[in-house]
């Protein structure tokens, strides 16, 4: 689903509007071209595995750092100027906009977003709150403030998708196979409708405010896709997640859909309006490709544990992975998921002077 020729309703000072990213080879991509050098960028490139990061992170909780404008935009800035990749990931959380929005949740480190009440009722769902514009403020500053120092590289707004957020407030956290969610969608259908309406139209605002921000690219990430078959996906999962989509419709900006062991749904996920589909690191691309029906760029799909194996390891790796990517319109090299903590930053300063020499 191309964008190019549509009018945009994007800022005329606005790094895609202006024409300072357009041309940048992360945005070729996005859009089907084959840019002269293979773009590169990590998802969770900012954080945990760098120590500017953890030094900068002192004192300080990870939500209070996403909404902390000086600080999310200097924890995005560090992986590009250290790693010379080609776009900055805004440092934030796919729950931010809930708890934005009145839900009391928090990050406990080494587990994840906790809800301090799960939400699994109708009564539940009909007391959440519609997120007040207003509250996106500080993401909106941390983003301009990030785009002033990167540019002409682009930057990536990220929003997490409906069905993950409804299982973090399901479960009220993390959980291993997402049972009351699905539960919740099959036993309880209006509930579940209101549900991710809400959670659709609360993360699609978050998504939207990234971009009119600066973000020139933006993309939709969920995590806990791989729990569903095809039929629920596309029957109680895709509609909400083209609704959050749908929130940058006019801004024109290419859109990327990422899902975690999304084999099975990958021209599903396709098909709520992305024009870019990330790839886990389960299936090769040349199959994800085929499976996408041979038109749709792709991003991915380098395996988050071969960061840590012998460089000639990882580097047959990378090069199989870039030789694969070539059966689609275009490819954006990335992580299969996350920059694992434990990783040597150096590796990945390797790793990006490769794709650039491939």
Not at 91 to 118: N, W
């Amino acid at each position: 689903m191309q964008h190019v020729n549509q009018p945009s309703a994007l800022p005329a000072t606005h790094p895609l509007a202006s024409g300072l990213t357009a041309d940048s080879s992360l945005i070729r991509a996005l859009r089907g071209d084959r840019p002269e050098t293979l773009p590169v960028w990590f998802m969770r490139q900012a954080g945990r595995s760098l120590p500017e990061y953890r030094e900068l992170r002192v004192g300080t909780k990870m939500l209070d750092a996403c909404l902390t404008p000086e600080l999310s935009s200097e924890i995005t800035l560090q992986p590009v100027r250290r790693h010379g990749v080609d776009a900055g990931i805004f440092f934030s959380d796919i729950v931010v906009p809930i708890k934005l929005a009145g839900v009391a949740v928090d990050i406990v480190p080494g587990r994840g977003p906790v809800l301090e009440s799960p939400i699994r009722t109708a009564a539940d769902v009909a007391a959440l709150r519609p997120l007040d514009p207003e509250a996106l403020a500080p993401v909106a500053e941390g983003i301009a403030m990030t785009v002033a120092e990167l540019g002409s590289t682009p930057l990536i707004g990220f929003a997490g998708a409906p069905f993950t957020l409804a299982a973090y407030l399901v479960e009220g956290g993390p959980s291993k196979d997402h049972i009351r969610a699905r539960t919740l969608m099959h036993s309880d259908p209006e509930t579940w409708h209101a549900l991710l309406t809400w959670a659709a139209e609360t993360t699609g605002a978050f998504l939207r405010a990234q971009v009119l921000a600066g973000a020139s690219a933006a993309q939709l990430f969920d995590s806990w896709v791989g729990s569903l078959s095809l039929a629920d996906y596309t029957e109680r999962v895709a509609p909400y997640s083209k609704l959050a989509l749908s929130a940058v419709d006019d801004l024109a900006v290419p859109r990327i859909h990422f899902g975690v062991g999304s084999g099975e749904v990958l021209s599903a996920m396709h098909g709520i309006g992305a024009d870019a589909v990330g790839v886990d690191w389960r299936i090769p691309l040349d199959e994800a490709n085929r499976r996408l029906g041979g038109g749709v760029p792709v991003q991915g799909n380098i395996d988050p544990a071969m960061l840590a194996a012998p460089w000639e390891v990882l580097e047959a790796h990378v090069r199989d992975v870039v030789e694969r990517g070539k059966a689609a319109p275009s490819h954006v090299l990335n992580l299969g998921h996350g920059v694992p903590p434990e990783t040597d930053p150096t590796v990945l300063t390797r790793l990006v002077e490769l794709a650039h020499s491939l």
